[in-house]
């Protein structure tokens, strides 16, 4: 598994609408949060995506992973790196849970939540997680439908606590990351905060 820093991206006006919404959403306090040695809460995003395995460097799969970066950046967390993995069980499962050995205090995935044969990213993130949280879940896919983001809305997606890390599954299309970084990104502060007791 390679681990890389995100690189910066240029993103189209609706995504830099939408970094700019979750930044105002997650205005009370992300950096308050314990994580990165700037006080940042610490994030990781990990793309589910079978292209991985046919590139030199598995984080260019799509622009998904960067657009993920700059989102949660703009929302005042400090992203430790974007990894990219096959859409295999057992793999999801060993990024997943390497961000939460690592102590991020949030792990976003992208990718791997429909129907299809090889979207079983919510099995590998069940066995990981502590306290499910469906109250998040049901938010993702309720602001998914309502924004027309139809993959996020019928997103099997899971959210939840393992250990002290909030990890949360999103659907790959840029729609629904737009949709689902905004929605999240107040609830990821609070619980964060809860986790940590402040």
Known sequence: ???SMPETVEVDP???AAAEQAAQLASSGA?????????????LVVVVDDRVI????????GDIGPLVAELLTEAGFH?????????????????????VIGGVDLVVSI????????????????ELLDQPLPGISEALRSSGLAAGATDAGLSRGL???????LVVNLASSRAAVRDGM????????????EIGGV
Do not use: F, K, Y
């Not at 990894?83 to 499962?93: N, Q, W």
């Open 1 to 3: 598994m390679n681990m």
């Open 14 to 16: 609706a995504d830099a």
């Open 31 to 43: 950096g308050e949060a314990s994580g990165a040695a700037d006080g940042l809460a610490r994030a």
């Open 54 to 61: 046919h590139t030199a460097q598995p984080t260019d799969a």
């Open 79 to 99: 992203v430790d790196a974007t990894v990219g993995v096959a859409a295999d069980e057992v793999d999801i499962r060993n990024a997943l849970n390497t961000a």
């Open 111 to 126: 990718g791997g939540v429909g129907v299809g044969g090889r979207d079983v990213t919510p099995e590998a993130t069940a």
């Open 159 to 165: 959210a939840g606590v393992s250990g002290q890390t």
């Open 182 to 193: 905004a929605t999240l990104a107040p609830l990821a502060t609070h619980i964060i905060r």
